[in-house]
Structures are given as C-alpha cells and as structure tokens.
C-alpha cells in the first residue's frame, strides 16, 4: 500500500514538473517570437490539466506559477479580476480558450497564443 502512494505521489511530480517546464518553454519561446512552439506548448499543457491526472493541488500550483510569471505592476486584467465574480471569469477564460482554438485552427499561431495567454492571467491567483 505504501509503494502505490509513493508512485502516486512520483507521479504526481513528474506531472508538476512537465507542467511548469512546458509552461516556462512556452513563454521563453513566445519572447523569442516563436508562436507555433510557444502554442504547442500552452496547448500540451492544457491537454495535461484536463486530464484525470491532474488534481487540485496541480492546478493550485500552476495557477502560482502563472502568477509568478504574469506579475506586474501595471495590470489591468487583475484589476478587472477584482470587480468581477467567479463565474464571470470562468466565462471569459472559456470565451478566450475558444477563441485561441479558433485562430489555431486558421494558422493564427500569434493571435492563438496571445489569447490563451490572456485566459491564463484570469487563472493566476
């Protein structure tokens, strides 16, 4: 019983690890001007986080990293965050997720990102 829990918890931080790496890969590139890779990449994560692997604890994690990364003294996504509710930003991140799916399946890697992006930073804590 003991060995299952600690594969679990392997498991656990092998996603973790694979989730935060492709995130930074994805911003690294997107920086560089690489949009497809940096697409490819938000996009294996999401397919990650909406997997049965993931759990809130992931989720908790990766929504701290996308705050660390998306931190700025200027923002006005986080001040819309604030005077709005739960199920309001659930909405637009959803609206914006189509959105990015949309301008992928044109072969708008720049647009695509650039709204999953912004999904992300009504994500981040």
Partial sequence: MIQKSKKMLNSDELCIEKILNQTRSSERKFKEGNFKGAIEDKR??????????????????????????????????NDHKLRINELKINKIVKLLEQKSDEKYNKGDFKGAIRALRRSEKYLAN
């Fill in 44 to 77: 294996e994560v999401r397919f990650i986080l909406n997997s049965k692997f993931c759990d809130k604890d992931i989720i908790k994690i990766f929504k701290e990293e996308l705050s660390r990364l998306y931190a700025s003294k200027f923002d006005l996504i």
